[in-house]
C-alpha cells in the first residue's frame, strides 16, 4: 500500500495525529515503523478500552509494522495520573507481575505475536543510579508538569499530588527512547506523556515519534473513563464473559441516549 492510501487507512477513527505530515514522511521510509504502546498491569485483565488501541496496532501490523508492546512493571508501581482526581493506590512488584502474566496472553487475542515486540520497562528502570534519575528529571520543568490539566484541577480542589506521580510522564517520555519508537499510541488523556517522550527523543538525537490518539472508551455511567477499578468487575474483558460484556455494552448505549 502506498503511503498515501496507508495513511488515510490508518487516520480512522483517530482522535489527534501529531502530525499527519511526519506519519506520512515514515510511512514512506520503506521500513517497518516501531509502534509503541504501553500497558501498565494494574489488574489481572485487559479491559475494553485497551482493545480500541489494540486494533488499531494491529491495522499498522496488517500493513508490515512492529508492534512494540510495553508492559509497565516499573511505571505500574507508580500508576498513571493522567485523568485521575487522586492518588492511585501503589501496588507491590508482586502485584504487578501477576498480573502482567495473562496481559501477553489477553493482548494476543488481537495482536500478531509474529510482529510483537514484548518488553519490560523495569529491564531499564532497575539499572539506573539514583545519579541517572536525577539527572533525566532535569530535562523537565515543574512548571511543565503543573500544566496537566488533571494536576492543576486537584491544586484548584486543594487535593494532594504526590512526587512519585510527577515522575510517570518522565518515564513514560524516556520508554519512547529506549524502544526507538516511531509512533506512540494512546488515548486522548495520554498527550502529555507521549509528547514528553518526543522532546527526550529529540534531545537524544533521534527521531521523534508521532503522536497518536485514539478517543477514550466511557465508562457504564457515560461520562467517566473506563477504569480498571470502576467498571471491570462488571465489563470482563478478553478471556470470556461475552454474554454478560454484551449486557453492559448496551448499558452504555442506554447510558448516552
Known sequence: MQPDEALVSLKQGAAQIISESELREKL??????RIKFGVDPTSSDIHLG????FRKLRQFQDLGHQAVL??????????????????RHQLTREEVMAHAATYREQAFKILDPARTE??????????????????????????????????RGRIDKEQAIRAHEI????????????????????????????LVGRDFQK????PQQVVFLLPILEGLDGSKKMRLQEDEQELRQLRGHQRRGLRHVWKINECLR
Request: glycine letters at 10%; a negative charge.
Open 28 to 33: 514512506a521510509l520503506g521500513r517497518p515503523l
Open 50 to 53: 485497551h482493545t480500541v488501541i
Open 70 to 87: 510495553i508492559i509497565g512493571d516499573f511505571t505500574g508501581m507508580i500508576g498513571d495520573p493522567s485523568g485521575r482526581s487522586a492518588t
Open 118 to 151: 514484548t518488553v519490560f520497562n523495569g529491564d531499564w528502570f532497575r539499572k539506573m543510579s539514583f545519579e541517572d534519575v536525577i539527572r533525566l528529571n532535569s530535562r523537565v520543568t515543574l512548571q511543565q508538569m503543573l500544566q496537566r490539566d488533571d494536576f
Open 167 to 194: 515522575q510517570y510522564p518522565i518515564m513514560q517520555g524516556w520508554d519512547s527512547v529506549m524502544v526507538k519508537a516511531d509512533v506512540e499510541l494512546g488515548g486522548t488523556d495520554q498527550l502529555f506523556n507521549i
Open 203 to 206: 534531545e537524544e538525537g533521534l
